[in-house]
């Protein structure tokens, strides 16, 4: 009887423990029980009022170790791991702060989080690091001495002055974009794991840190972006260094490049590009047989390119643009059979352009622009058409027709055949190019027609044929460039009506017809359809006639839309979509002006030298950020519409050789950017505005107006210049040369559904001889 009621205990005892077996996960998982001490939490929720941090999942109701960017150890519940990336604190550190009570963290992330000021010694207390990541912050002055004991710190840092010799555990070192200004003198030789030593992006300065060569466990050193200067010195390079990237690019080294590079025989690749290094290139950097990428660009080497370049034959990238290599270009290059980028553009190479450029089978880019090449040679052979991807042979001296075996790249991205001297018909081959986004012939003495091949143009994007002889009708197949944004035909002898056809397009950012033979209305309530992407349209010396509707501008919905500066990844054009360059040139600011790199919010129109009649509609009071309007020698009447003080960028207004009448509006004055103006020869009467804007300008650009008064103090202050009149305004008038921003253009193509753009910006000063009134 006590045996059987022992087993019966026995069971029941064993019913239970299992039975608190299975509740054991409901225990611990009760929403009751925090993981994360009170302490850690309290910490976090401080550095998140110091930093801003926005994310709705650091509250007090939700246990902090389950917080976005945050993790504990599930043990002791301290905080461990914390990841704050593009938290865009825009604070500095302080040195009791939140951050600094958390002091068993192991992993920390602030990288991008716009940080500022110097780097407290507080991070000493961060005993447990082992990773550290500042990357992309604004953070000045030196690294604390008290980094120096995070011994267990094993990855990416970022500082100032180095002071990290007792940090022997680093293999990654990384103190980049920041604005650190100090020089790199400590030796750091001693931190026998380094693996990885990045400071580019920052005001670095001195000499070439050579003691870095000296550990032989570093592999990928980047120094490039700084102020470093004096010559490159490697000192007692081992040649048994792993060394495998190093690039020094962007900076002010000077002199030659040493001999003691030979020794560097593992590295793959090398970058000195945009330095001052000079000399001949020798022979001692082509003997580093593992190279794949050479960049020694925007520097001043001189002679000829070697021809025992081809003993690198691993090279895959090599670039060389920018320098002052001189002659012919060897033929040894064709040896390099892996060789996949060239570029030898904006140098002083002549003769033949070798063939043999693009006998690699995996050449896919080839740049040879600004040279003095002048032929092609008797015959080219073509190993692999469908490989090359980019062909730029445009500023040289070739001439002739278009060479045939270009059809043979069928593959082409991108064909820039500008500024040369090519004659003959442009190749009918260009229906075969399916993947072409850019067509450049611009400047050269083209004639024919502009062929009716596009009808696989799904791709094409640019298309600059302009300063040509070509004649006939725009072809209608361009209907199927549906991603089109720049179009470039000014310059030209072409015959047609308008292309209201082209206004369903609706990534067309520039069209410039300018200066052909185009006639007719460019309106039509039936089939017009609204431009909805134009920013830049230049329709100037044609002749088109007829009146514009009070609502003509109204469907331009990306000429009225107003850029607030703010970007986002899709629309950066250094990141993930490459913009695709064209040059174009509008009369800006009184000149004629070449424009490149033009900044997003630009927008011009130019309808002058026609034969426009009727009031100037008001809707072109819209285009708030209009930087220029051009509507001179028409035939307006009326008055000059109100709505122009509306456009509060507005930079360049012309007028002039009109019939308008009645007063200039006063509001015209209160327009700060306006800078150049000219409303001559009209019929305008009354008081010219008594402003900034209008005393600066030239006693000219009120002349033939005999109803304007109050412009004499204008006169007196003006320089004095010839003044044209109505009948000098078909002629070219010479005057002092006046300095003129020169302007490049660059229209932004996106891939489908992207924002359809165009990046406008000045680069340099120049002069020209042209005149305000003459085109």
């Not at 003080?645 to 306006?674: C, H, M, Q, V, Y």
């Not at 006046?738 to 932004?748: D, G, Q, R, V």
């Not at 992207?754 to 020209?768: A, E, Q, W």
Request: aromatic content about 12%.
């Amino acid at each position: 009887m006590i045996r059987s009621q022992s087993y019966c205990f026995l069971g029941i005892i064993t019913i239970y423990f299992f039975f608190c077996l299975l509740l054991l996960p409901n225990i611990f998982a009760s929403p009751t029980r925090y993981l994360c001490r009170p302490n850690q939490r309290d910490a976090l929720l401080e550095l998140q009022k110091e930093f801003h941090v926005p994310t709705t999942s650091w509250n007090k109701s939700v246990d902090c170790c389950s917080w976005e960017g945050v993790k504990c150890d599930t043990i002791v519940g301290e905080v461990i791991f914390l990841e704050l990336r593009y938290c865009n604190a825009n604070t500095s550190l302080k040195f009791n702060g939140g951050l600094f009570k958390l002091q068993h963290l192991r992993h920390l992330d602030l990288s991008l989080c716009h940080l500022q000021g110097e780097i407290p010694s507080s991070f000493g207390n961060l005993s447990h690091l082992t990773h550290l990541d500042l990357f992309g912050n604004e953070l000045v002055g030196e690294v604390p001495t008290s980094i120096g004991s995070l011994s267990q710190l094993r990855n990416q840092f970022t500082g100032g002055e180095i002071v990290l010799a007792n940090l022997t555990s680093l293999s990654h070192i990384d103190l980049s974009s920041n604005h650190f200004k100090s020089s790199i003198s400590t030796d750091l030789s001693g931190l026998r794991n380094l693996e990885q030593f990045w400071a580019h992006d920052n005001l670095f300065f001195g000499p070439f840190p050579s003691f870095l060569l000296m550990i032989p466990s570093l592999v990928d050193i980047d120094l490039s972006q700084n102020q470093f200067e004096g010559p490159i010195e490697f000192g007692n390079t081992s040649s048994s260094s792993k060394l495998k990237v190093l690039n020094v690019g962007d900076n002010n080294f000077d002199g030659l490049i040493p001999e003691s590079i030979s020794k560097l025989v593992n590295v793959i690749h090398l970058y000195l590009k945009h330095n001052n290094l000079g000399g001949l290139v020798l022979s001692s950097i082509l003997n580093l047989r593992n190279l794949e990428r050479l960049d020694l660009s925007h520097n001043n080497f001189r002679g000829r390119i070697p021809r025992s370049i081809s003993k690198l034959v691993n090279l895959q990238f090599l670039d060389l643009s920018y320098n002052n290599f001189g002659r012919r270009v060897p033929r040894s290059l064709s040896k390099l059979v892996n060789l996949s980028e060239l570029d030898l553009s904006y140098n002083k190479l002549e003769d033949q352009v070798p063939c043999c450029l693009w006998r690699s089978p995996k050449m896919y880019s080839v740049k040879l622009s600004h040279n003095s090449f002048s032929s092609f040679g008797n015959s080219v052979e073509v190993i692999n058409g469908k490989s090359l991807s980019w062909l730029d042979l445009s500023s040289n001296s070739l001439q002739g027709p278009v060479p045939q075996w270009i059809c043979e790249f069928t593959f082409l991205n991108n064909l820039d055949l500008s500024n040369n001297n090519f004659s003959g018909f442009i190749p009918q081959c260009l229906e075969s190019f399916s993947v072409l986004e850019k067509l450049n012939l611009r400047n050269n003495i083209l004639s024919g027609f502009l062929p009716d091949v596009f009808i696989k143009g799904s791709s094409l994007r640019s298309i600059d044929v302009s300063h040509n002889n070509l004649a006939g009708k725009l072809p209608r197949s361009l209907i199927n460039c549906e991603w089109m944004d720049f179009l470039n035909v000014k310059e030209n002898k072409i015959k047609d009506t308008f292309p209201l056809w082209l206004g369903s397009l609706q990534c067309l950012n520039v069209l410039l017809l300018r200066s052909n033979a185009f006639y007719g209305p460019v309106y039509n309530p039936s089939a017009y359809s609204g431009f909805p992407g134009l920013r830049i349209i230049d329709i100037s010396n044609n002749n088109f006639v007829g009146s514009l509707p009070q609502g003509y501008f109204a469907n331009w919905t990306t000429m009225s839309f107003v850029w607030h500066g703010y970007t986002s990844p899709e629309m950066n054009y250094v990141g993930t979509y490459s913009p695709v360059f064209d040059s174009m040139d509008l009369v800006y600011k009184g000149v004629d002006t070449d424009f490149a790199r033009i900044f997003l919010g630009f927008k011009a129109i130019d309808f002058s030298g026609n034969r426009f009649s009727g009031h100037i509609p008001e809707s072109i009071g819209l285009f708030r950020e209009l930087r220029l309007l051009n509507l001179s020698g028409n035939a307006f009447t009326g008055h000059i519409p109100s709505s122009l003080a509306n456009i509060t960028s507005l930079e360049t207004l012309d007028l002039s050789r009109n019939n308008l009448s009645g007063e200039i509006p006063r509001g015209l004055g209160k327009l700060s950017f306006l800078s150049n103006i000219n409303f001559s020869y009209n019929h305008l009467e009354g008081l010219v505005p008594q402003s900034t804007q209008f005393g600066t300008q030239n006693c000219s650009s009120f002349m033939g107006n005999p109803g304007l008064y109050a412009i004499e103090e204008i006169c007196r202050e003006s320089h004095h210049v010839p003044v044209p009149t109505p009948e000098q305004t078909e002629e070219s008038l010479s005057i002092p040369e006046e300095p003129m921003l020169n302007w490049i253009a660059a229209a932004i193509s996106f891939g489908p559904g992207v924002f359809c753009g165009l990046v406008i910006g000045h680069i340099f000063t120049s002069y020209k001889h042209e005149w305000f009134i003459a085109h």
